[in-house]
């Protein structure tokens, strides 16, 4: 069963699927063709090999360069315009390849055309709106399947998206903020309060903040990345008068403009960097966190000492990081990069993240 199910994934990937799907457009053309005027198979193969291949260039030319880079961005007009200036560049290369390969190679098929029009350049062919509107439309057909297998695959991964954030808020706080972190917090607040510090007012405020953001501003799939920082800010702040001379954090931000980015993602793994760095270590621990925007990528990286006392990860940690996981994989795609490094000494994470 297992190597059964092995096979099928292996089946199951994006490249086959395109490869299945330009093998049924090719298997259909060459079916459904005239075999009276092709009159041989091999003429009919290369013939819809060059067509089909035709086809290949508009599907993905128009769905990973025009799609992205004018129509997701609203440039319709532009979009309008590139379309149809490859589609006539399409139809051009067809005319070409059947006026220098095809009729010389095949001139018995194409006798009677050659007759008509045998002495129409291949410019003057494409000059033909109706010949040329009509192989437009032959051309493009499969992308148009195509885009509308993408939309209904988006709407898919939009319906995944909203299930977890209905899933994620009542989460959050169980598995992005530690109730260990929540009673201690309350603990040195009580303590502050005791001795009638000053600094009482800051941390109800930072503790308020964070719990308000985390149940009322995180209701959208993107937030803005500034915010996340602030968020995370008062959370350093908390855990510093936590924890006091024992940690030593240094927090790092270069963001130069507005970006948005998947609500809570980062706060996972500086929680486990304290869990895990600083709760266990009787000596100084030290935290470094850098958060950067390079090349319209948001690039998080987080590093943290590891306690030589041995301590192992828990399955709480496991659970807070799967579920980061696969939120990164519903939010971003593929458009992100995890890679995490468990050392003797060190754990870091390197995460980036396509900004919004």
């Known amino acids: 069963m297992d190597y059964k199910r092995d096979v099928l994934s292996k089946f199951n990937t994006p490249f086959l699927k395109h490869l299945l799907f330009w093998g049924i457009v090719f298997s259909f053309h060459t079916i459904t063709a005239h075999w009276a005027f092709y009159r041989t198979l091999q003429h009919t193969l290369e013939v819809y090999a060059i067509m089909t291949s035709l086809q290949v260039i508009v599907a993905y030319i128009t769905i990973y360069v025009l799609v992205p880079k004018f129509l997701d961005k609203k440039k319709n007009i532009i979009f309008g315009l590139s379309l149809l200036i490859l589609l006539i560049l399409v139809v051009t290369g067809y005319h070409t390849a059947r006026?220098?390969?095809?009729?010389?190679?095949?001139?018995?098929?194409?006798?009677?055309?050659?007759?008509?029009f045998g002495h129409s350049t291949v410019w003057e062919r494409v000059m033909t709106v109706q010949v040329t509107i009509s192989k437009s439309v032959f051309f493009i057909s499969p992308t148009l399947l195509l885009l509308m297998y993408k939309f209904y695959r988006d709407q898919q991964r939009l319906s995944k998206i909203n299930e977890q954030k209905k899933t994620a808020e009542l989460t959050a706080l169980k598995h992005q903020l530690n109730p260990h972190f929540l009673f201690n917090t309350l603990n040195n607040l009580y303590a502050l309060a005791l001795k009638k510090s000053d600094q009482t007012p800051g941390v109800i405020e930072k503790l308020s903040n964070i719990l308000d953001y985390m149940l009322y501003r995180c209701n959208d799939n993107f937030v803005s990345l500034q915010k996340e920082i602030e968020m995370i800010e008062n959370y350093l702040m908390l855990e510093k008068i936590r924890y006091g001379k024992r940690v030593n954090i240094s927090f790092e931000k270069e963001v130069d403009k507005e970006v948005k980015i998947g609500p809570l993602l980062l706060l996972t793994f500086i929680e486990n960097a304290f869990k895990h760095g600083v709760t266990q270590e009787l000596q100084e621990a030290f935290i470094s966190i850098k958060i950067h925007l390079h090349l319209g990528q948001i690039i998080f990286n987080i590093e943290n000492s590891k306690s030589k006392?041995?301590?192992?990860?828990?399955?709480?940690?496991?659970?807070?990081?799967?579920?980061?996981?696969k939120q990164l994989e519903l939010l971003y795609a593929q458009n992100y990069s995890l890679r995490i490094k468990d050392e003797l000494n060190n754990y870091s994470v390197n995460l980036k993240l396509a900004a919004r």
């Open 309 to 325: 006392n041995g301590v192992e990860r828990d399955d709480k940690s496991s659970i807070g990081l799967k579920n980061v996981k």
């Open 99 to 116: 006026y220098y390969y095809l009729e010389p190679t095949y001139p018995q098929s194409y006798a009677t055309y050659l007759q008509d």
